[in-house]
């Protein structure tokens, strides 16, 4: 049998990240001021972002060198193990192979440290000592909390309501890491306390609690704020996914004709997609990829392609992406990362140019491939990361109607130990599907600013 597990050494973690907006045929549009609606400069972001984040967001460069510092970090788990999922083959009885890319192996257990590391090494560097934060299903939070601990930053992270609930002990991880975890709308921030006047038994969104992470750093002088996805520098600094994947491949003997990943705000599926399509892009091959929301929240497959803020008070700029409206309330499914009502104006680009694909899920379906994929190989995906799964196994599936030994590549983005409720919820015929309806998608887009195309 062909190798399971492909590993690197030390020696080739990434030195560089790779910048895919030096490569497109056309790059995101402009922020805008949320205020003026006039596209904003660099120096528009300084209150709280370190310069060397804002030169990365709005660097043209294709390869970023990575601190040393960085990858001396980044040793603790990377490079990440590439898997052949031959199990799951034989389960499937597909023609197709199928590697996954596991990003569970972080300390985190998840691929969100891979930005939250250099993020608080830039801030450490420009003399801030305490970052603020939301975070969703609690990946990022714990990331950062983690990253916050190793450089001696203090760390506040507004958790959304319904996670919070949710997920106790993605919670408890953070405390452990030394953060401060508030539910999130709370009544420490304006935006907070107005949505909590409107809406009392809020349970919270990513734009809300994004809302009241920027009014915090905004408000202190030695406070910046950290984004989990979205941003240029976010999706740039999680490409070391790919970079080593394409190694892995290439020592397996192998290449994807697909690359899947879930995406919510869009960090996961550019990190182990922007590598790949860096080949398409320069060199005309022929390679797919595929991302993967859950019908909840269907940002790409549903949403518009539209200015928008980037959280629900209107304090962030403007964006060009795909949107549900930046008052969207998505329903309180368990992949609480993919929650967010946009996405990375990168991906979005890339989207509306015809360059990559989405497709949506409910969570029964997920859940169905999460338990299937953890049988077969042993993982208990998390459930943002069992949305890739699912693609993957409908991918090889559809390669066995057809006779087809296509290569499928998928992102796993995290493991789902701390998610054991809605599998739980799952296995006993509980967990319920809540596609959005078309009523609740026209009120959202119906709030889009009126600006831009």
Known sequence: MPETKILLSEQEIPTHWYNIAADMPNRPAPPLNPATGEPIGPEALAAIFPMALIEQEVSSERWIEIPEAVREMYRMWRPSPLYRAHRLEKALDTPARIYYKYEGVSPAGSHKLNTAIPQVYYNKQAGIRRIATETGAG?????????????????????????????????????????????????????????????????????????????????????????????????????????????????????????????????????????????????????????VEPEACPTLTRGKFAYDFGDTAQLTPMLQMYTLGHTFMPSGIHAGGLRYHGDSPLVSQLYHDGLIEAVAYNQTAIFEAAVQFARAEGIVPAPESAHAVRAAIDEALRAKEAGEARVILFGLSGHGHFDLAAYEAYLSGDLQDVPLSEEALAAGLAELPKVGG
Not at 237 to 247: P, Y
Request: hydrophobic share 40%; proline share 4%.
């Open 139 to 291: 990946q990022w939070g714990s990331a950062l909390s983690m990253a916050c601990q190793f450089f001696g930053l203090a760390c506040t992270v507004y958790m959304v309501k319904v996670s919070y609930q949710q997920k106790p002990y993605r919670r408890i991880l953070m405390s452990t890491f030394g953060a401060e975890v508030i539910p999130s709308p709370s009544d420490r921030t304006e935006a907070g306390r107005k949505i909590l006047a409107e809406h009392p038994d809020s349970l919270g969104s990513l734009g809300i609690a994004i809302s009241e992470a920027v009014e915090d750093a905004a408000s202190r002088a030695d406070t910046n704020y950290a984004l989990g996805s979205v941003l240029n520098h976010v999706c740039l600094h999680q490409t070391v996914i790919g970079l080593e994947a394409k190694k892995q491949m290439e020592k397996a003997g192998d290449y994807p004709d697909v690359v899947i990943g879930c995406c919510g705000g869009g960090s996961n599926f550019a990190g182990i997609a922007f590598p790949f399509l860096y080949d398409r892009l320069t060199q005309g091959k022929q390679v797919r990829a595929v991302a």
